[in-house]
């Protein structure tokens, strides 16, 4: 630094102290300046912190704020990034309720379910991953960009205009000891510098329409996240309805225990030293015809005592969904219930369905 230099900055140095220990008086700003300065120093501070509150309120999770702030623009416009790079909460929902849907299958309600869900949860990803870009875009980046310049610019043309005032007014103090023509410059460096100061302030406060103009970007990227987000929600919820009405329409499944089965525990011992008895003699089937004149028809299925309510299959039925009960021409079906004026609900050999009324012949009825 200069000999000239290194006077001028005793200069403001010895002025600054005796303003704020000695209490003297230096050059007075008009109200006008100090008018426009404030309002300048309350558009920075709300630009900061709107700017922070913007990126919270876009990603809460602190590690998805700082990546975002990182976000390229540039790259994006030019179609080289497709998301942001970090995981949407409501694609980490969708990828759950996929891999648990998948898991329940598809003879599951809940599982189908899970899987419409998941699918719009991730299409809901999709359209915040739109929305960051967008704000970052239109909104985060311009409002990033006045702090960088203008407001940047300002406080450094504020802060020149300080530093001459200090040096003219400590100059002006000792006027008769300073040459007249170094005051001179002093008080010419103090006015271009407050006209500098003071136009760009002016051209700031006199082109807040450009902030007006993000601001309104932004509720603009909002609406189209929003209506976009309430069509996936309403498709949603309208898939979720009908499966609703389609589950309720089918027969109710009552419960019914499969019939235990016998224990076979062996031959039991015998008190005659362990020699098992003789068996008495089956009867063969040569034997069984010529005890009768007509041959006796084993039935294909178990069929119940005619003494409890069932009826006799007219028709060979095969179940088209889960619930119903198939049987074939002939077989007697047990009566457990009447779901309605159409459908029956029966056993046969341990199995419990639903069937239509159509396709039997009542035997026993049920009891009313």
């Not at 007075?28 to 919270?56: C, G, H, Q, Y």
């Not at 976000?71 to 990034?81: E, F, P």
């Not at 902030?211 to 209506?227: E, G, K, T």
């Not at 060979?316 to 889960?322: A, G, K, S, T, V």
Request: some cysteine; proline content about 6%; charged content about 30%.
């Amino acid at each position: 630094m200069s000999v000239a230099g290194l006077k001028k900055q005793f200069y403001k140095a010895s002025q600054l102290v005796s303003e704020k220990v000695g209490g003297a008086e230096g050059t007075k700003l008009d109200d006008d300046f100090k008018e426009m300065e404030k309002k300048v120093d309350v558009t920075s501070k709300a630009v900061t912190e709107v700017l922070a509150r913007t990126i919270e309120y876009l990603q809460p999770n602190p590690a998805s704020r700082a990546k975002l702030t990182m976000l390229n623009t540039v790259s994006k416009i030019r179609g080289q990034v497709k998301n942001p790079g970090y995981p949407q909460s409501e694609g980490l929902l969708g990828e759950c309720m996929i891999r648990h849907g998948k898991e329940l299958g598809g003879e599951s309600n809940f599982g189908d379910a899970l899987l419409d869900a998941g699918e719009s949860m991730k299409r809901l990803a999709e359209v915040k991953d739109s929305l960051d870009i967008e704000v970052k875009q239109n909104f985060i980046d311009p409002l990033q960009n006045l702090c960088d310049k203008d407001l940047k610019e300002i406080q450094h043309h504020l802060k020149k205009l300080e530093g001459r005032r200090l040096d003219f007014d400590y100059k002006k103090k000792r006027q008769g000891k300073i040459p007249d023509e170094e005051l001179r410059q002093a008080m010419e460096k103090f006015e271009e510098s407050k006209e500098v100061a003071e136009t760009s302030m002016h051209h700031l406060l006199e082109t807040d329409i450009e902030q007006v103009s993000q601001l309104s970007a932004l509720v603009d990227a909002q609406l189209d996240y929003h209506r976009q987000a309430v069509q996936i929600l309403d498709e949603l919820a309208d898939k979720l309805k009908r499966r609703m009405r389609d589950a309720s329409s089918r027969p109710k499944r009552e419960y019914k225990p499969k019939p235990r089965e016998l224990l076979d525990l062996g031959e039991p011992e015998q008190p005659n030293g362990g020699f098992p008895c003789a068996a008495a003699p089956k009867t063969t089937a040569s034997s069984s015809f010529r005890s009768s004149d007509k041959p006796i028809r084993t039935p294909s299925r178990s069929m119940p005592p005619l003494d409890q309510p069932s009826c006799k299959a007219l028709y060979d039925f095969e179940p088209e969904n889960d619930g119903e009960l198939g049987f074939h021409e002939g077989d007697i079906i047990t009566l457990t219930n009447q779901i309605d004026e159409n459908w029956y609900e029966g056993m046969l050999d341990g199995q419990s369905g639903f069937f239509p009324l159509s396709y039997v012949e009542v035997l026993v009825p049920l009891p009313q």
